[in-house]
């Protein structure tokens, strides 16, 4: 099966909005997600281009997937680093490499002139850090904090 990866278009929004929350229903420890939440994100991105986007994943007849992507500088790395911030693939379309492949591909196209990609694990998803290893992923030597308001 080929898949195409692509900006999201205004006309594919509730699609993705569905797929988002289908991304946190799998794991209740991510949070709560809204429409509120969700549609800030896709105001930001579309107003600030620079500050992401949002992908979407596509056979040849339908949307199977989405990917949330979040540039930002890295003085460390000298240049810009896309974070996957999220990635989801409809589960009829999971165990064919689609979310591989969509990786593979931001790696190999140096989107936006990329100088790293990086992305978080669930803790307790070894299944996934294991994926993303064999991709050529490693566990970074800083451990990230967040506080949340």
């Known amino acids: ?23 946190y229903a799998t794991d209740p420890d991510m949070g709560a997600i809204t429409d509120e939440k969700i549609n800030r994100t896709f105001s930001e991105f579309s107003k600030h281009p620079e500050k992401g986007f ?19 500088w890295s003085n460390e790395a000298g240049g810009n680093i896309i974070d996957i911030d999220e990635l989801f693939v409809e589960e009829s379309e999971r165990g064919k490499g689609v ?34 290893e064999r991709i050529g992923f490693r566990l970074s030597t800083n451990r990230r904090l967040i506080y949340d308001f």
Request: with cysteine.
């Open 1 to 23: 099966m080929y898949y195409i990866y692509k900006e999201m278009q205004p006309g594919e929004q509730e699609i993705v909005r569905g797929m988002i929350h289908s991304f």
């Open 54 to 72: 949002v992908y979407v994943i596509k056979d040849d007849q339908q949307i199977v997937g989405y990917s949330i992507l979040v540039n930002f």
């Open 99 to 132: 979310g591989t492949n969509f990786i593979k591909h931001i790696i190999e196209s140096r989107l936006n002139e990329c100088v790293a990609v990086e992305l978080g694990v669930i803790a307790g998803n070894d299944r996934a850090q294991r994926l993303y």
